[in-house]
T-cell receptor, first 117, second 115 residues
């Protein structure tokens, strides 16, 4: 069974600084996707970034980037130049890329990020 | 604007009552999903449907039922058999096809409280 672990229940960062959220996963497959989703106080889940396992290059989306270590099964999210609007719960998620598995994401427990002005 | 509409946003239920949560999407997505969110446990998959008139159980389907009679609608019924139904419920959808199938669009959620 796939598992996703976020070992940091809470993190905090000063505005304009950088913070890294950790995620590890366990899977026996070689082809899969990894995601970071953001859930602000409105509770609307928003996709932050996606990584395809067969791509060695780390994904980036503006101030958000990942450090994908496939051998170590690690997928951390780095937020640069943190803004007050980044305050949210962040979920790491994994899904096997096989044809019948799409949409069946396995989520971590979440990390609450607080941004201090 | 395209998106997913969940209703009601808040719902209270007495023990022993069934309740149905609505989920409607106008994204023309083929696949739809129901996830349950509990504190400290992330999101867990209840049911999913990849095509109209077909749906599959997820990891925690016991005590829940769904239907998929129309492409845009995927209602979830929480039955009296669900032992601990108080939770936040999220509906999601995705396009079919490998490239985008795993990118989920979520609704704003429904909070169910059993009194």
């Amino acid at each position: 069974a796939q598992t996703v672990t976020q070992s940091q229940p809470e993190m905090s960062v000063q505005e304009a600084e950088t913070v890294t959220l950790s995620c590890t996963y366990d899977t026996s497959e070689s082809d899969y996707y990894l995601f970071w989703y953001k859930q602000p106080p409105s509770r609307q889940m928003i996709l932050v970034i996606r990584q395809e396992a067969y791509k060695q290059q780390n994904a980036t989306e503006n101030r958000f980037s990942v450090n994908f270590q496939k051998a170590a099964k690690s997928f951390s999210l780095k937020i640069s130049d943190s803004q007050l609007g980044d305050a949210a719960m962040y979920f790491c998620a994994h899904v096997y890329a096989g044809g019948t598995s799409y949409g069946k994401l396995t989520f971590g427990q979440g990390t609450i990020l607080t941004v201090h002005p | 604007d395209g998106g997913i509409t969940q209703s009601p946003k808040y719902l209270f239920r007495k023990e022993g009552q069934n309740v149905t949560l609505s989920c409607e999407q106008n994204l023309n997505h083929d696949a739809m999903y129901w996830y349950r969110q509990d504190p400290g446990q992330g999101l867990r998959l209840i049911y999913y449907s990849q095509i109209v008139n077909d749906f599959q159980k997820g990891d925690i389907a016991e005590g829940y039922s769904v239907s998929r009679e129309k492409k845009e609608s995927f209602p979830l019924t929480v039955t009296s058999a669900q032992k601990n139904p108080t939770a936040f419920y999220l509906c999601a959808s995705s396009i079919r096809g490998l490239s985008g199938a795993n990118v989920l669009t979520f609704g704003a959620g429904s909070r169910l409280t059993v009194l």
